[in-house]
Nanobody, 123 residues
């Protein structure tokens, strides 16, 4: 069973940056697509970004395109989400998830999830 652990969340001012990490164990990144999802209080879960298992192709939600960058380090079995130009509306719990298939924005198709990390964007 693949396990995922997120880190890197915190409090940042609008316009600032954070880098989230998702450490994967029990499986390799060439077998699992890794997605980042976020959920703000009172809102539905949103697919933010995903990196494909085959060639590392990145995918982004329109709301973060141009500001967020997903990447991976196969040697460390870790996926990163670099978040720049953060806005108050980016405030949410961010979770990474693994899927033995293609990237998708549908969270229900991911079988393994991390515990989540809080990102708060506020002055």
């Amino acid at each position: 069973q693949v396990q995922l652990v997120e880190s890197g969340g915190g409090l940042v001012q609008p316009g600032g940056s954070l880098r989230l990490s998702c450490a994967v164990s029990g499986g390799t990144l060439d077998y699992y697509a890794i997605g980042w999802f976020r959920q703000a209080p009172g809102k539905e879960r949103e697919g933010v970004s995903c990196i494909s298992r085959s060639d590392g192709t990145p995918y982004y939600a329109n709301s973060v395109k141009g500001r967020f960058t997903i990447s991976r380090d196969n040697a460390k079995n870790t996926v990163f989400l670099q978040m720049n130009s953060l806005k108050p509306e980016d405030t949410a719990i961010y979770s990474c998830a693994a899927r033995a298939g293609a990237c998708t924005v549908v969270g229900g198709r991911f079988g393994s999830w991390g515990q989540g990390t809080q990102v708060t964007v506020s002055s």
